[in-house]
């Protein structure tokens, strides 16, 4: 992991944790022209990805996103905001106790109480055979991605795809398809905004477990988009619909 910051360690922080094949330093990017309010942004590269070494696991990643923080004094957090992957890392920050998380915005995240080995498996071949593809053709942007994302964020995607090794891709999949599920405080759901896209994988993964773990709280799902669809296509009113959601 890589972590970068920007603006006052005085104003608010806010933690943003990108999906695969975006960096942390790609999301900001991406964000904060659109944020109205001053905040401390830290965004990480995570493993795989930016300025970051190898992906060993989503551990290896919050222990070293932990010890910065705690080495630093950020105990603090206004928001805790992740994106499929970056779920990973954002759910054991909003878990453990050591911070005071005001706010968590989760998009994308396959929360299964069990998670199918055989889904892991799946998901890791298909990202293994596009890596392949990818190797072969040296194209700028993912044709799959150009449909899902526009071509502008297909092609921030794919010059990140390109440096993610086959090692990276097992341990990410591992990572997304695997959470410690444990009924939620009726205060941590209250802080807690989750949403997907109508056509998200990740959705249907999750249907069964959110009732039981989460019951109050009411995911949003964006209708027609697909993972992390929405974001990418709407990042404006997205992001102003996550800081509306953090000024309650």
Known sequence: MYINEYGNPDDPKLILLAPMMVSGSDLYNIMSPYLKAAYFIIAPDQGGHGKAGAYISADEEYRQLKEYLQKNGYTDLKLVYGASLGVAVGWRLFMDGTFN?????????????????????LISRMFRKRKKKLERTHVEASQSLVNWYGYDFARMMTKNFERITLNDIDAICYACCHYDMNVLTAEQQRKLHL????????????????????????????KGYPHCGYMASHTKEYVEDMERFISK
């Open 101 to 121: 998380v005001e706010y968590a915005w989760f998009d994308g995240v396959a929360l299964n109480g069990k998670p199918s080995r055989m889904t892991e498996m």
């Open 195 to 222: 949403e997907y896209g109508e056509k998200d994988f990740d959705l249907k993964l999750s249907k069964k477990s959110l009732p039981k773990y989460l019951p109050n709280v009411k995911p949003v799902i964006r």
